[in-house]
């Protein structure tokens, strides 16, 4: 059709229209549904409204192109209709040699303001252009992680840098990109999005998603909610028709106002579909405006519709059946009615912009005509309508050189006395007494001056304001004073536009010109319209002073410096902002928001004109078209017809309206005569008589669309113009407030240091506590003691014995003791519980003088005796009663005995600190004994000697021991006759003390004096008579005496055995008396003994022990030591052969009755190197299993953290938590990860049942399963290790965290909700975080763990320890929890825990499947050494090996508290038993909960209650278990250590007697103990083996260790006895058994390394040890040593040990 003929009939058909709607001349002509008169109307209504069917337009831009569904969705890629500029061709922002943004701004946009638009534009244009970018673009978000490409500002900067610090940046954060699809090669540069659709589809009314709009809506007739719909709305809103408050917490933008520089709560604003809708009241006014017309259209449509209902004509033909009232209608088509207006809102608001606004934006002429896009041909579904990067960074922004530093508002005409008044600011808008609303001050506070009023008055301000002139001038509230955060409260958003070109990558400023076909800029002057000749720049500088101010010419000067004369360099914002005319947006930027809108309009299936989407009629299209923005306003606001100019847009004169007009016509092919003249009378009759005299054929509608107004009135121009604002006018509107900073750390400082100072007091605390806790129970004991001691003072009949505490010093503690005053014997004498002999004797036969000092203060409880030449006896009393009573029993020893008694009063500290102490006079006694043997031995000092004061010399020289100094110095006792006899015989001026010169000639007797010497001296200590002759019942006393020593009851009749054995084999058996010669011939076959003979000292190094020398000159300590005996690995072997062997008992085939041949010493490494190599490749072959784990679990554990923290350092270098917290991210990282790995492999160490059972699987050759609980600390020690590193890390990134933007943390923590006005401070991350909270609870927990869990509190706090460890299943439940946050990362904890959890959980299973049956105890012994033997019966099904441990719980004393002990049955055995040793609370307990005497009937014969009940757990595994699987076998037992053993010998007499064949081809049994008395339980089950034993399978040696050392001279009286006294009744003299027994301590290195030549052809040798840390380290030792100096052929030392 020919497009003037579509033309008139257009315009014909809107006149139909036009005369069919009301004659009222400003009603808005939509909703549209044809004639209201027409009988039809009402069916024409209900059709169109409710039964029409068609395709609403979505929120979010989905399939509105349904061959490309995502194109104008939302938050999708911007279009690049130019080619990128990216610095690396990918995504780094381009320009990076392009000038600094800010000097950029001020040298083309820094001016004065106030200078009126050129072609008369209003503020109202400007604003609603704002409305219409919020329409269709939001890329203002940035990226997350947050990217940050800060601007500097030049040193002295005016408004930013006024101090000239010239280290200021201005925060700028980079767009948000498609991070899936995007910036990944060059061919596939970054793209950033667009958060809104392109579409003109009501997001600015109703937002981008049905939620949204949902949030907004009343869900009656169709509206939006508004302030009068909520009883709870503000006051002030409830007479006015605003939407309704954001009390529902939408997400709208919420940045800090600057003018108050604090964060508002986001409830104070409206709920709008435009998030960013409340920035400023400008743009808010419009907000408002069109909530309030949507509202409207829906309650026309409501009105209608309902009238609709009403017809019965329209029931009957549309069969209505159900009957509503209005406010039911209202609801149940509430939906029908609001799509039905939001459709016409938007068709509305289509036409308006791009009709209306659009091409008075790009384009006003001065002839009145106007820039329109190409005529619409319908929808092409070919077009993109997707937002350019060039018409969002550059083109669009042209609307800032005209936003006016503030904003009129005027009064309507019915609240006025004036014709035109305007409103001066008031309290309310903190800037009173101003003309206008400074823009710059009323960003984030819009509500203050519309809640005032309404927006009746904005609109007439900015319809009556002309804005800012069109020029490259930019407004200072844009250009230095916009918003920012809190940290940078004002930014210049001219600086920012030009860097957000680059960082979109936008090219140059001529690449675009020529991207859109356009010529490029030869030269600076093509610029600027308005310099456009090269010879007003060529040459000129900035700064010359004939340059005006506002001089565009200048501006461009400027600019022209600033890229230093590189036009091929300048960004398009300035320069396409440089084209700007009077006329509008210079060619370039008009060329670009043209091609922009033309194709979201054409490429919108939405569109209204769009006749194939059946949205609209015809009839319904030209109404629309016909819909003019005045209209509105007149329809929606209180403003009267008279008080609007005709065209909003624009700021108009009559005379200049008459020839816009004119010159609109005539450009649209209408004729106009030249001789018509416009002026400022020329009134609308005129203009309308000109065109219908021009134009016969023209209709009333187009004389109507030019004049706009009736015949009768001049032109409708501004009824009260008011010019603009000059921004530097303070009396119209106020300064803007000036830059301000923040430190978001602010607030933070109490909390940081108080959280992590608890943690560090709260490790202190749990240390205090386990202190006290140990002390409590230590307190506990002592009180135990101290009830025994009261019954025992209740039940004693010796009123001389005293039960009281000894405190023996700081370190060593307090002891119970038992004190006797022997009148008789003039003594004191101290005994310990449960000991009939003394153990020290205060001999005051010496003294005449006693002292005795008492405390004063506290309570008086302590007291100390003191007796010269005697360490002090400071005794502690249970109160003042027991103190006074043993007071006045030194009161009456002292006057009995002849003893004068001094007292005194100290305070307890002065007095514990005189105190002269055993460890003190200890010191003193040490320097006496080094002196001693220096001078018998000859020691050089060789400065190991201590230097000796002269008081310190006078102390030693004067020193003299008393017998028990010197039976302590034996390690003997004092009241034994051995040590009685030789403290007679020293002590030669018989003065009871044996002086340092009296001591030291014995000495000498043993370091020069032969085997003949020592033999008479031990002669001489038994011939009391000094006859020079022994009676055999004298030698017998010697004897006896040494029996006593060894604590060995011996009967008279074995006694003289051994003495007939003795004097029978050396031929003297008819001999009654012994002289000296006798007494050698008897002891002629132990000669190289005797030689070797010392007096071992306790206290004394090694290499100062005297040594026998014979003939033999020793100079030096070494020489003693090489001359103690044979120097070489044969002589070591012949010695031990002699001490532990016994080649004379017949039954007896091993090697320590055979003497074999020595072996050659092997071939040692010459180099140091090489001895270090083979000792490494021995300890490596021995401990290869464990060396192999421990680097496994090691090198997974660091491998686990590097991955993470590679990952976080390198392949997250620029995510957003990394850019922020550095390289501490990635160590927390690493350290968490590590922390998953450790504490779940944790669980795998916990499943005692599973281990059990592996080790008896082939596995157990490749895993040391025994190893598990050493393996349990080492993994929990890795575990502590990544937590403290994870909690160090995480008290740096917290204060990282905490120092942080809101919306950057928002950015990099989603899972955390926060309000917009509340600063995450570090006590919300930490204390209001679920991650945080869980973390603290964590740590606490973790440091309970681990302080409970030490040695200390193992030993003294175990009930601690036990409850402490049950928290771990916090530790896993919190873990999880923690991860759950997503604090950084999804959770992955459940990948290392699952498999660990699974097997512990089965294995837990198994436990409680059988720890929950109740055992009763059958029978209970309380046996010497505080052991407490239980019987119990053993349950069905429960298997077990020798060896192997269980946990039992007490149901009287806590029926979840487990601790483990060794079986001490065997496994053929109906019963189980347990040897428990009460050395702490609960086996203390469980020793009084069995004891008949306190659970007795009156009689105390038979208990009164029975046992209390068990649980069992078990059995598990350990290496004892595995004794059978190495052909030799070592067992090594210390004290209640033997436990095990005591199984394993059962069950080999079991095995014994039934024949069974197992691999073990040799066993060895080491019992060490103070005295076999103390264990006589075990001797029997010896005694039972060595029965059995018909094949010497076990050999077993006793060590009895309270006795001495093996080259003792008392030792080698004793060897001589036990041998001759084997020899004829072949058992031991001291045991009864047939074992060897032994005095003192094994040497375990010269024990091992004879089981070498013992068994040559055995590559393993099984060592097993129980007892003491002190002696398994012993052991442990000398397997080490051996296997470091082994050589191929000699077998290896496996070592399984157990401490108790």
């Keep these: 059709m020919d497009p003037g003929k579509y033309m008139l009939l257009t315009w014909v058909l809107i006149l139909l229209v036009t005369t069919s709607i009301s004659q009222d001349s400003y009603k808005v002509p939509v909703p549209y549904y044809g004639d209201e008169s027409d009988s039809s109307y009402n069916e024409n ?77 209003t503020a109202f244009l400007v604003f609603f252009g704002q409305q219409v970018v919020e329409e269709i673009l939001d890329a203002q978000r940035p990226g997350c992680p947050p990217e940050y490409f800060n601007i500097d500002v030049p040193k002295g900067h005016p408004d930013l840098d006024k101090d000239s610090h010239g280290e200021i940046r201005i925060p700028f954060l980079r767009s948000r990109y498609d991070q899936r699809n995007t910036g990944f090669s060059p061919n596939n540069p970054r793209e950033q999005l667009n958060e809104i659709t392109p579409w003109i589809d009501g997001g600015l009314m109703y937002g981008i998603g049905k939620t949204w709009a949902d949030a907004l809506r009343i869900f009656k007739a169709g509206k939006l909610a508004s302030t009068t719909d909520y009883k709870d709305s503000d006051e002030k809103y409830n007479k006015k028709d605003f939407p309704a408050v954001n009390n529902i917490r939408l997400p709208m933008a919420n940045p800090p106002p600057p003018r108050d520089h604090y964060l508002k709560n986001v409830n104070r604003f409206f709920r709008l579909g435009n998030p960013r809708g409340n920035e400023n009241p400008f743009l808010l006014t419009f907000g408002i405006f ?114 006016p530093p503030g904003v009129f508002r005027r009064k309507l005409r019915k609240d006025s006395s004036q014709q035109c008044e305007f409103i001066t600011n008031s309290d309310h808008t903190k800037d009173a007494g101003k003309e206008a609303i400074r823009t710059c001050n009323s960003y984030w506070n819009p509500q203050e001056p519309i809640e005032e009023y309404d927006i009746d008055q904005f609109i007439l301000g900015m319809t009556s304001q002309i804005t800012e002139r069109e020029d490259t001038i930019i407004t200072p509230d844009l250009r230095g004073f916009v918003f920012g955060g809190l940290d940078f409260s004002r930014r210049d958003l001219m600086a920012v536009n030009i860097q957000r070109g680059r960082d979109h990558g936008l090219p140059d400023y ?21 310099c456009n000749n090269e010879t007003l720049i060529d040459g000129r500088k900035c700064d010359d002073t004939d340059f005006e101010v506002d001089d565009p010419c200048r501006m461009i000067v400027c600019l022209k410096e600033v890229y230093d004369g590189d036009l091929s360099k300048l960004d398009i914002w300035p320069g396409g902002l440089a084209e700007t005319s009077a006329d509008g947006p210079g060619s370039l930027f008009r060329t670009i928001i043209a091609d922009q809108f033309a194709r979201i309009r054409d490429g919108d299936r939405f569109w209204y004109e769009n006749k194939l989407n059946g949205l609209f009629t015809d009839e319904q299209r030209v109404a629309i078209n016909d819909t003019t923005l005045r209209h509105i306003i007149l329809e929606i606001t209180d403003i009267e017809e008279d008080e609007l100019a005709g065209n909003p847009f624009f700021y108009l004169d009559t005379e200049t309206k008459c020839n816009r007009i004119v010159g609109r016509a005539r450009s649209e092919g209408y004729n106009i005569s030249p001789g018509f003249n416009c002026t400022n009378s020329t009134t609308c009759q005129e203009i309308d008589q000109e065109l219908r005299n021009e134009n016969p054929n023209i209709t009333d509608a187009l004389v109507r669309r030019y004049a706009d107004c009736d015949n009768t009135q001049l032109l409708a121009v501004d009824p009260c113009p008011r010019g603009t604002v000059n921004g530097s006018d303070i009396n119209i509107v106020s300064p803007c407030t000036k830059l301000r900073t923040f430190d978001y750390f602010t607030g933070s400082e109490a909390p940081y240091i108080l959280t992590f100072a608890a943690v560090g007091l709260f490790i202190i605390l749990m240390i205090v506590l386990l202190l ?70 205060i001999d005051c036969k010496r003294t005449d003088r006693l002292y005795a000092k ?68 200890q010191h003193t006694l040490d320097k006496f004994f080094r002196i001693v043997f220096k001078h018998a031995f000859r020691i050089d000092d060789d400065g190991d000697m201590e230097a000796l004061s002269d008081e310190d010399a006078n102390a030693v020289i004067n020193c003299e021991l008393t017998i028990d100094e010197f039976a302590d110095a034996l390690s003997l006792k004092p009241s034994a006759m051995f040590v009685k006899n030789m403290f007679e015989l020293i002590d030669k001026d018989k003065n009871g003390l044996v002086s340092f010169r009296e001591f030291l000639d014995m000495i000498v007797i043993f370091a020069k004096g032969s085997g003949s010497d020592k033999a008479k001296l031990l002669f001489d200590m038994y011939d009391v008579r000094g006859s020079g002759q022994l009676s055999k019942e004298e030698f017998s006393t010697m004897l006896r005496s040494l029996m006593e020593l060894a604590n060995t009851s011996v009967e008279d009749s074995q006694i003289q055995e051994v003495i007939d054995s003795m004097f029978r084999e050396a031929g003297m058996a008819t001999k009654q008396t012994l002289t000296f010669d006798d007494f050698n011939k008897l002891l002629r076959d132990y000669k190289e003994q005797l030689d070797h003979a010392n007096l071992n000292f306790i206290g004394m190094e090694p290499n100062q022990q005297p040594q026998a020398g014979g003939n033999q000159e020793m100079s030096r300590a070494k020489t003693v030591i090489n001359a103690r005996r044979e120097n070489a690995p044969t002589r070591a072997r012949k010695t031990v052969l002699k001490a532990y062997g016994e080649d004379r008992i017949t039954r007896r085939q091993t090697h320590v009755e055979v003497k074999l041949k020595p072996r050659q010493a092997p071939a040692r490494d010459r180099t140091m190197i090489a001895k270090k190599f083979t000792e490494f490749a021995n300890y490596m072959e021995n401990y290869r299993l464990h060396v192999f784990w421990v680097t496994l679990y090691a090198l997974l554990s660091v491998a686990i953290f590097l991955e993470r923290a590679y990952y976080f350092s390198v392949e997250r270098e620029h995510a957003a938590l990394r850019r922020i917290c550095g390289y501490g991210v990635s160590i927390t990282r690493g350290a968490a990860s590590g922390m998953m790995w450790t504490y779940s492999t944790l669980l795998l160490t916990m499943c005692r049942n599973l281990i059990t059972v592996l080790r008896e699987t082939v596995l157990n050759r490749f895993i040391p399963f025994d190893s598990a609980i050493w393996f349990h600390k080492y993994v929990a020690y890795w575990a502590l290790f990544f937590t403290v590193v994870h909690i160090i890390g995480h008290s740096f990134n917290f204060y990282h965290i905490s120092t942080q933007t809101p919306g950057d943390l928002t950015c990099l923590f989603r899972n955390f909700y926060r309000p917009t006005h509340v600063l995450p401070k570090f006590h919300y991350w930490c204390w209001g975080t679920i991650t945080g909270v869980t973390g603290v609870v ?20 175990f009930r601690g320890f036990w409850l402490s460890h049950q928290m771990f299943y916090l530790v896993f439940i919190l873990m999880i929890l923690h991860g759950a946050g997503i604090l950084v990362q999804a959770p992955i904890f459940w990948t290392f825990l699952i498999a660990p959890l699974t097997m512990f959980v089965l294995d837990k299973l198994i436990s409680l499947s059988r720890n929950k049956t109740e055992i009763a105890i059958t029978k209970a012994e309380l046996l010497p050494s505080a052991v407490t033997g239980l019987t119990f019966k053993r349950p069905a099904g429960f298997e077990y090996k020798s060896g192997q441990w269980v946990r039992i719980a007490c149901l009287d004393l806590g029926a979840d508290e487990y601790h483990p002990f060794t079986l001490t049955s065997a496994p053929h055995e109906d019963f189980l038993s347990l040897h428990i040793r009460a050395v702490g609370p609960w086996t203390m307990n469980i020793r009084e909960a069995v004891d008949p005497k306190i659970h007795s009937n009156s009689k105390g014969a038979v208990r009164d209650k029975p046992y209390p009940k068990l649980y069992l757990d078990g059995p598990f595994g350990e290496g004892h278990q595995d004794w059978y699987k190495y052909e030799v076998a070592v067992l090594v037992g210390g004290g209640i250590g033997v436990t095990p053993f005591a199984s394993i010998l059962k069950d080999i007499v079991n095995k014994s007697s039934l024949g069974t064949r197992f691999n073990c081809k040799k066993v060895y049994f080491l019992w060490m103990t103070r005295s076999q008395k103390q264990f006589e339980w075990m001797v029997d089950i010896i005694r039972e083996v060595e029965d059995k034993d018909k094949n010497d399978f076990v050999s077993v040696h006793i060590f009895i260790t309270q006795f001495f050392q093996k080259f003792d001279l008392r030792t080698t009286m004793l060897y001589i006895c036990e041998r001759h006294f084997q020899k004829i009744s072949n058992k031991s003299l001291f045991t009864g058994l047939r074992s060897i027994t032994h005095f003192g301590r094994p040497e375990f290195n010269t024990f091992l390394d004879s089981l070498q030549d013992e068994h040559p052809g055995v590559s393993k040798i099984g060592v097993f040890s129980c007892g003491p840390p002190r002696m398994t380290h012993g052991v442990e030792e000398a397997c080490t040593d051996l296997n470091k100096k082994r050589t191929q052929s000699d077998p290896a030392f496996v070592h399984h040990y157990e401490n108790f």
């Design 290 to 403: 069109w909530y309030r017309f949507h509202n409207h259209v829906a309650q026309r449509i409501s009105d209608v519709l309902f009238a609709a209902y009403q017809d019965p004509d329209v029931k009957e033909k549309f069969s209505i059946k159900t009957e509503y009232s209005r406010e039911d209608f209202d609801r149940h088509y509430d939906e029908i009615i609001f799509n039905e207006a939001r459709k016409w809102v938007i068709a509305t608001h289509q036409k308006v912009v791009v009709y209306d606004w659009l091409p008075s934006w790009l384009g006003t002429y001065e002839n009145g005509s106007v820039f329109n896009l190409p005529t619409y041909k319908g929808y092409n579904p070919n077009v993109h309508p997707q937002i350019m990067h060039v018409f969002q960074s550059a083109a669009m922004r042209f609307g800032h050189t005209l936003v």
């Design 854 to 921: 008492e405390s004063v203060d506290k309570a008086r409880n302590f007291l100390l005796i003191r007796i010269p030449n005697e360490y002090d006896l400071v005794l502690k009393f249970d109160g003042p009663r027991e103190k006074n009573a043993f007071l006045q029993s030194i009161k009456e020893f002292c006057e009995q005995t002849g003893i004068t008694q001094r007292s005194a009063m100290l305070s307890q500290k002065e007095l514990l600190a005189e105190a002269i102490t055993k460890a003190r006079r």
């Design 1338 to 1357: 964590l740590t606490l927990i973790i440091i309970v763990m681990f302080v409970f869990a030490q040695q200390y509190a193992r030993r003294n706090v």
């Design 45 to 121: 209504v209900w059709r169109l409204v409710v039964e029409k069917k068609y395709e609403a337009e979505g929120y979010d831009g989905w399939y509105n192109n349904r061959a490309n569904p995502d194109w104008g969705a939302v938050d999708t890629p911007m279009r690049r209709r130019l080619p990128h500029a990216y610095s690396d061709g990918v995504y780094l922002p381009s320009g990076d040699d392009r000038p600094n943004p800010i000097k950029i701004s001020q040298a083309l946009m820094n001016g004065s303001t106030g200078y009126p638009s050129l072609r008369g534009r």
């Design 510 to 530: 001529n690449t675009a010109r020529k991207e859109f076909g356009l010529e490029p800029a030869e030269s600076w002057a093509d610029l600027s319209p308005n």
């Design 772 to 841: 006290v806790t140990a002390n409590i129970n230590q307190s506990k004991i002592a009180e135990q003691r101290k009830a025994g001691r009261a019954e025992s003072r209740r039940k004693s009949t010796d009123l001389s014995l005293h039960d009281v505490s000894e405190w023996q010093g700081q370190k060593e503690g307090e002891r119970d003791i038992k004190v006797r005053m022997d009148i008789r014997k003039k003594s004191l004498l101290i005994f310990l519980p449960g000991q009939a002999r003394p153990t020290r004797t």
